[in-house]
């Protein structure tokens, strides 16, 4: 059973930076394919970054150039660094294994103010 754990969630200014953390105690997560999404007010739940095993990377449009997914091998961790955040970025993040339907963090709420 692979358990998810967020942090690094917390209120910004538009423009700002924020550093999410993803870890799962007991588990590899960096032997995975693994991605964030994240719930928006009023939108559905959307993949916002993944990366694969193989360090393969895929952004969601709206956030290319904004944001960058990584690993950090030796402290077990699913990294999303975001940079130049903006209103429409507010909301729950998560972090997911790749094609599961069940393994999913509680998420981290992320909160853009102008």
């Known amino acids: 059973q692979v358990q998810l754990v967020e942090s690094g969630g917390g209120l910004v200014e538009v423009g700002g930076s924020l550093r999410l953390s993803c870890t799962s105690p007991?588990?590899?997560?960096?032997?995975?394919?693994m991605d964030w999404s994240r719930q928006t007010p009023g939108k559905k739940r959307e993949l916002v970054a993944s990366?694969?095993?193989?360090?393969?990377?895929r952004y969601a449009d709206s956030v290319k150039g904004r944001f960058t997914i990584s690993r950090d091998d030796a402290a077990n961790l699913l990294i999303l660094h975001m940079d130049s955040l903006k209103v429409e970025d507010t909301g729950d993040y998560y972090c997911?294994?790749?094609?599961?339907?069940?393994?999913w963090g509680p998420g981290t709420r992320v909160t853009v103010s102008s």
């Open positions: 007991g588990t590899m997560i960096t032997l995975r394919d």
């Open positions: 997911h294994v790749m094609g599961s339907p069940i393994y």
């Open positions: 990366i694969t095993r193989s360090e393969t990377t």
